[in-house]
């Protein structure tokens, strides 16, 4: 019998893959680590207990084997509500109650033949590593981008090596096979799907530091937290994006960005080199002279090089001192203009200007607290946006020389671990009628306050645990205990916060390069995928702009909120995907500088300025 | 063509008169509903919904709290969902036909009290557009013979930044601490011009602060004033609890202690203008003195309602830290104020001072001989803000806990 509860649960499942990287030291799921399978994985049991309740697969042997091999550890229910607040530990529970009961009423479990393709897949990785079961497969069917169609795969495969790939690769062209490599076992823009095999490089993790070199040589399964964190261990870091996206389908998808590209670039800043087994299952090296150009961009969109099977990655070096700062503004356009001024004069090494959207989500960990903090910032404090600056000494000291409030690491942390008490009724109505001609930010930015805001609100892990679920109460004490969880550099390079923006609604972003030096059409870009998500009546909220090359470009986002289960949303969510493209399409044929995310797709490996200065 | 004395006394004498009460749900306007029914007058209400309740359910809240539900007089009581600031009050046009035949006088209370420069528009939209559209209707209704007079609750800051003596007369200034001010002066200056003209008779009513009931303390609105209050009890508290369960060590910070007698004393200095007072009045008072007024002016005039013996802050300190138990408020000026350096209380409560400064730190006199004569005749006299009533006000505030329990 399947339960409605958990049915809901696991249909809301984003498929942002956090419950397959350790990012809150909770260790991983067991069965997943050991299997590999997007199936074994607290996601791809969400993915299952759906599909079981809309038949779209019966009971098979893998499921069984699925389904006990889950512990009911706990590890998935604190991983996700950090993330999105679901609790998937009943769904969890639920699908070990479905597959027992059905057992226990002797009914039909599938056994799945082989073929003389699995056969010879298994050949090459091994027969735990291919499979053709759909309780493998289903998992691997779909994603919540709007534009996707369900897609159900013949065989799923987990190669071990670039001679594997190219292995498999040659097998697929031989039977007339389509294939997609999926890395992390997610996807959030639809592209990694097949009727044929998908390829899913979990087990290709290797990273190697090259310290001399400032290198990482990375495998295809390396997500951005490893190798951050790997990084991190010698002093290092590299420019990644989302924590568990891979790095090397990142730079295939559209290069990395973040917030560090004002420092570091983007496209092939971020690597030196990068191994490829082509179309034809022949590998190459980029640097070889008779290589695809990858460095080259083409305007109207480029198809897959390739399956990249080895990455070499640029790291940079950090200081000890180095600290982030939020600097508040009441208005998008000071914001920009300081962005701008901050990438021109060099200062700072990750820049991004925030909307209280991101804010507050992130520093929030529940919804509601979310939504209370983003009134507070928005109405009481009258800081609509924030720069965050993650820079050295030399670089703060400079900022506080351009006279500028500046939220530092320490009241950061206070505003943090004081959270629930900061938005409270009774000290926020106190602070209503100090609303006035000067924002209420500048006052909680004075040195003087700092003391009687620490008195207040209390500050601690104890304070922010209040906010949650009373069963994770001291999972979140002990969480927020560690510096790092207030720590703007710690989480400005490893991101863990970022995938909760989804957790209101999967985001579908639209992102692209903006000429900073236009703040007025940025501006106008921003007001019109407003307008369009408005008129569609689709939650939208701007995202994040960070300066790129000293401030002459910069990377904005903006994002749109839907239920990926609600066809109603997902048509309306189509029609602003056509109305945006059709208007930045438009901005783009009469303005230099606008780069959109349809055209970079698949050419991360240009040069950014290939693409940024056409 | 204007309605005669006589006929105005007669149709108020027979309770004949229809009253349009604007600001129906706010602190004055719904003070003057009650207060028109309990004469036996009809009143109509023309409110907005909000906050997810419909007008009539926010008045009927309002009538619970003046523990009126149910009683007779409510029966002459109608609430209309409209709104002034819109053409037509935003009404059908034969809803709106309607009231304009049946209203005989209007008692414009609505407006927006804020200050912030940033909330201009939605200020002036209050405080001005709904002269506009009232005008409409009482000029439609005059016409037919109704809407003879129209009372305007201003307020005494139309002064503005004059200094001084400020005479009940229409005022002539051109700055303004902020918005609200500036808009109620121009809000004045209409009235006074246009609705004339149409033949409606006009009376100004310049209240200055009200606060709650003089004997009971009773209020639904906890503002102005009652925010320093409000926070300096909040902070009392926090560092009461840091001292007894944290060892003080966030109080010793900011030199905050607790003394033998029990008092928490709290170091802020206010800097204050010297030879500057506030002035306060009760909410009874008001409407004692707003009846009082509106039934001797017939003609029309402009009229303060003040207290004539407006209070020192340092009076209002001290009623608080006795009541309170809390010691170390004090004012200074501006010269020994910035001798010293300014802790995070000082930043906080002198932030309060600088947003109320013209009203706290007042250096303009209200003269109210006009009103002074009515009142006199009436036999009425404004009730002394002293320690007592300092006192019922703020646990009329603490009962209620400052609304919330409203």
Redesign the interface.
């Known amino acids: 019998m399947i339960s409605k509860e958990a049915a809901a649960i696991a249909s809301q499942c984003r498929h942002y893959a956090m419950c397959k990287i350790d990012f809150l030291g909770t260790g991983l799921c067991p069965a997943g680590e050991a299997h590999h399978y997007v199936s074994y994985y607290p996601q791809g049991r969400m993915d299952l207990y759906y599909a079981l309740a809309h038949d779209l697969i019966p009971v098979t042997e893998e499921l069984v084997r699925i389904a006990h091999t889950c512990t009911l550890c706990g590890i998935c229910d604190r991983q996700c509500h950090f993330v999105t607040e679901l609790r998937p530990l009943k769904v969890m529970r639920a699908l070990k109650e479905y597959v027992d009961a059905h057992l226990k009423e002797n009914r039909p479990v599938v056994k799945v033949d082989g073929d003389e393709v699995l056969k010879r897949l298994r050949t090459v990785v091994g027969d735990d590593h291919a499979a053709n079961d759909p309780a493998i497969l289903v998992t691997y069917a779909d994603d919540p981008f709007p534009l996707t169609q369900m897609k159900m795969p013949r065989y799923v495969v987990l190669p071990g090596s670039q001679k594997e790939v190219s292995d498999i690769v040659k097998i697929c062209n031989q039977n007339n096979i389509d294939y997609a490599v999926r890395g992390n076992g997610s996807s959030v823009i639809g592209m990694v799907m097949s009727e044929g095999l998908v390829m899913d490089m979990n087990r290709m993790k290797e990273i190697t530091i090259d310290r001399s070199n400032w290198l990482a040589e990375i495998g295809p399964g390396v997500s951005a937290f490893a190798l951050q964190t790997e990084a991190g261990k010698h002093g290092l870091r590299a420019n990644t994006a989302e924590p568990s996206a891979l790095v090397c389908a990142n730079i295939m998808c559209s290069g990395i960005f973040s917030t560090f590209s004002n420092a570091y670039g983007t496209g092939a800043d971020n690597y030196t080199n990068a191994e490829f087994v082509g179309h034809d299952g022949e590998g190459f090296n980029l640097n070889d002279k008779n290589a695809p150009n990858l460095f080259a961009f083409e305007k109207n969109g480029a198809p897959l090089p390739g399956i990249c099977t080895r990455a070499f990655i640029r790291l940079h070096p950090t200081t000890p001192d180095e600290s982030g700062i939020l600097v508040p503004y009441s208005t998008f356009a000071e914001a920009a203009a300081f962005c701008r001024e901050l990438g021109a004069r060099r200062i700072g090494i990750s820049i991004a200007l925030l909307g209280t959207e991101y804010i507050s989500t992130f520093i929030s960990p529940t919804a509601e607290l979310a939504s209370k903090a983003k009134k507070f910032f928005n109405e009481t404090l009258g800081m609509p946006y924030g720069v965050l600056v993650i820079g050295d000494t030399y670089a703060r000291e400079a900022i506080k020389k351009m006279s500028v409030p500046i939220i530092d690491e320490r009241l950061f942390r206070l505003l943090v671990l004081g959270l629930p008490r900061l938005v409270a ?3 926020s ?2 602070l ?6 000067e924002h209420l930010y500048k ?1 909680f930015c ?1 040195d ?9 609100l209390t500050p601690s892990p104890q304070t922010i645990g209040d906010a949650v679920p009373g069963d994770l109460r001291d999972f979140y004490i002990q969480l927020y205990s560690r510096p790092g969880m207030t720590d703007l550099v710690w989480l400005n390079t490893t991101r863990i916060l970022s995938s909760r923006m989804g957790r209101f609604k999967h985001v579908v972003a639209s992102l692209g390069y903006v000429p900073l030096d236009n703040p007025d059409l940025i501006a106008a870009m921003i007001s019109q995928f407003k307008h369009i998500g408005d008129r569609y009546d689709i939650k939208n909220d701007y995202g994040f702009m960070t300066p790129v090359d000293l401030g002459k470009r910069a990377i904005l986002e903006y994002d749109y909120y839907i239920n990926h289960r609600d066809p109603s949303e997902i048509q309306r969510m189509q029609k602003i995907l056509a109305e945006t493209a059709g208007m930045v399409g438009a901005l783009q044929q009469k303005t230099k500088g606008i780069q959109w995310i349809n055209t970079i797709l698949n050419q991360g490996f240009s040069r950014k300025e290939s693409f940024l200065y056409m | 063509m204007k309605i005669s004395r006589r006929e105005i006394l007669k149709k108020r004498e027979n309770k004949e008169s229809v009253f349009l009460v604007t600001g129906g749900t706010g602190f004055i306007g719904s003070h003057i509903a009650v207060e028109l029914l309990g004469k036996g007058y009809a009143v109509v209400l023309v409110c907005r919904p909000g906050k997810g309740l419909s007008a009539r359910e926010r008045v009927d809240r309002l009538l619970a709290w003046f523990q009126i539900s149910g009683r007779p007089e409510v029966s002459r009581l109608e609430v209309i969902e409209g709104f002034i600031d819109r053409p037509g009050l935003g009404l059908a046009a034969r809803e709106y036909e309607r009231l304009s035949e049946r209203v005989d006088e209007i008692i414009h209370c609505a407006a927006n009290t804020a200050f912030p420069e940033k909330k201009r528009k939605e200020v002036e939209t209050a405080n001005i557009k709904p002269l506009e559209n009232l005008l409409a209707l009482a000029a439609r209704g005059r016409r037919k013979g109704g809407s003879y007079f129209f009372h305007h609750i201003s307020t005494a800051y139309v002064a503005g930044k004059r200094t001084g003596i400020c005479r009940e007369e229409l005022m002539n200034t051109h700055e303004f601490h902020n918005v609200y001010e500036e808009t109620k002066y121009y809000a004045e200056r209409y009235v006074w011009e246009k609705y004339p003209t149409e033949g409606i008779r006009v009376n100004i009513y310049r209240p200055s602060i009200v606060y709650g009931h003089s004997e009971t303390g009773r209020t639904f609105r906890f503002n102005a004033l009652y925010f320093p209050i409000k926070t300096a009890l909040f902070l009392k508290r926090v560092y009461e609890t840091d001292i007894k369960e944290n060892q003080g060590k966030k109080a010793r910070q900011m030199g905050v202690r607790m003394e033998n007698d029990g008092a928490v004393y709290l170091p802020i200095r206010l800097e204050r203008k010297p030879g500057s007072f506030i002035n306060l009045i009760p909410i009874d008072f008001f409407i004692d003195a707003f009846f009082a007024i509106m039934e001797e002016s017939l003609e029309g005039d402009i009229f303060h309602i003040v207290s004539p013996a407006p209070k020192r802050l340092e009076e209002i300190i001290a009623y608080g830290q006795e009541v309170f138990k809390i010691k170390g408020i004090r004012t200074v000026d501006k010269e020994s104020f910035e001798q010293e350096p300014v802790n995070g209380l000082e930043i906080l409560f002198n932030s309060y001072l600088e947003i109320y400064r013209p009203y706290l730190g007042d250096t303009r006199w209200f003269a109210s001989e006009k009103t002074g004569v009515i009142l006199k005749k009436r036999n009425i006299t404004c009730p002394d803000f002293d320690k007592d009533r300092f006192s019922r006000c703020i646990k009329y505030a603490l009962e209620v806990d400052w609304g919330r329990k409203l």
Do not use: F, H, N
């Open positions: 009724g009774e000290w109505d106190l209503e009628p100090l609303q006035g001609e006052l004075k003087e306050i700092y003391s009687l805001l620490e008195a207040v």
